[in-house]
């Protein structure tokens, strides 16, 4: 069993930061693959990030490269989510997660993550 604790979210003007961290607890996430994804009212849930630890190998939603930035301390078990430039758009509740799939088209996928933490909201202000 994987428990995943999301921290970090909040509220910021647009053009802020914020970064999101995920603390893994039950397995190392160093044989994970980890994501980021996000799920905005009325909307459906969608991939962010996604990171492929024992790889280093990085995959990023179109509209968030260049602005985002997913990393992870192995030592700490934890993944981050460094969030630059936010848009308005990019207000969500933010959910950690991990899957067991290994072709990088599952990372893409919400319905092929098995673990899921509780989700952070993430509001950026105009």
């Known amino acids: 069993q994987v428990q995943l604790v999301e921290s970090g979210g909040g509220l910021v003007q647009a053009g802020g930061s914020l970064r999101l961290s995920c603390a893994a607890s039950g397995r190392t996430v160093r044989g994970s693959v980890m994501g980021w994804l996000r799920q905005a009212p009325g909307k459906e849930r969608e991939f962010v990030a996604a990171i492929r630890w024992s790889l280093m190998i990085t995959y990023y939603k179109d509209s968030v490269k260049g602005r985002f930035t997913i990393s992870g301390d192995n030592a700490k078990n934890t993944v981050y989510l460094q969030m630059n430039s936010l848009k308005p758009e990019d207000t969500a509740v933010y959910y950690c997660?991990?899957?067991?799939?290994?072709?990088?088209?599952?990372?893409?996928?919400?319905?092929?993550?098995?673990?899921w933490g509780q989700g952070t909201q993430v509001t950026v202000s105009s």
């Open positions: 997660a991990a899957t067991n799939a290994r072709y990088s088209g599952a990372y893409y996928d919400s319905s092929k993550y098995d673990y």
